[in-house]
């Protein structure tokens, strides 16, 4: 029986740079609440069914996603580590797609990978209009581009959410990395389906 290919999918979050804003955040956020009665699968939980028998996908409950801290999410990436098989493919989406690239900057994991895909990801920096406290990227990425495989970046230049000039950073850091620009899929939530994720994971 063939093995399939582990996709370990990191999901979005917010997070702040004090508890205070995590506060206000709280209080100013509105709800859909037909979204929690009926909620929608999104490209996302779509994937395995997308993807077909020989994938087997893995979507880790991030820690605290409503306010996000980098150690947290490291130590708890780092249990599901000793599961991983070899050539992996992991999928980053929004805050995600940083904590793959700042992680795989930083540490090594012991297994080869395929491929990383950076969905919609900020590039958060020294020079940002904004701090995502903790996920800040180091300056120099080489080592998430030598063992990151072979890199995939998707952004919608209409995302409300994070700004196409990330993908820009994004683009110029990463050199070898393979660019898919939209114009219309916003911060790729409240999708069903990712037709181009699947075709590039199947080109591998």
Known sequence: MAIRRQVIVIHGGETFNNYKEYLVFLKKRKIDFENYRNPKTGWKKNLSKALGKNYEVIQPDMPNDFNSKYLEWKIWFEKF???????????????????????LAQNEIPKKIRATFLVAAPYDDKNSEYRFAGFRLPENLEKFEYQGGKIFIYHSEDDPIVPFTDFKKYKKTLKSATLRVFKNRGHFINRENFPEIIRDIKSL
């Open 81 to 103: 580590v000793p599961y991983f098989k070899g050539e992996l493919i992991l999928i980053g989406h929004s805050l995600g797609g940083v904590f793959l690239a700042k992680y």
